[in-house]
């Protein structure tokens, strides 16, 4: 039986969220993490069709211009991070664009004020596809000028945060 070839990544890459209009977002590839983690400025919750759903902003970096987003809730739990703090944070599925290939994985939504990379990549979101070479970054390029307008997707006419 052979095992199946897997991507190299960096201990640091850019991903793509196409699902959600974000072009272009620096990510820590963490295998010690379990799950993902996206930074958002602000997040809101809102029914959609009887469904749970959460909108949030984000402002990546390079861009500037905040990003509204919004999506279904897929889970909602504690996270405990690298510091032993647990606290509870809203799961989403999305579409993750890096190294060629797209996968649905789940994001946490967190506040990630202070910390160097805005997402975080934790193993779940590689499994069985990536492996990590911790001695090298950026094996799949750098975020370049991007046209951000075109991304945004609509603010939602549901939203009750201002």
Known sequence: ???PSRVVLGWREWVVLPALGVPAVRAKVDSGARSSALHVDDQWRFSEGGAPWVGFRLTPAHAGEAIECAAPVVDERTVVDSGGHGTRRVF???TL????????VDVNLTRRHGMAFPMLLGRTAMAR????DPSRSFLHGRAGPLPFAAAFPPTDPH???P
């Open 1 to 3: 039986m052979s095992i």
């Open 92 to 94: 989403i599925r999305t």
């Open 97 to 104: 664009r890096l190294a060629g290939l797209e996968r649905e």
């Open 129 to 132: 596809a990536f492996t990590v």
């Open 159 to 161: 939203r009750t945060h």
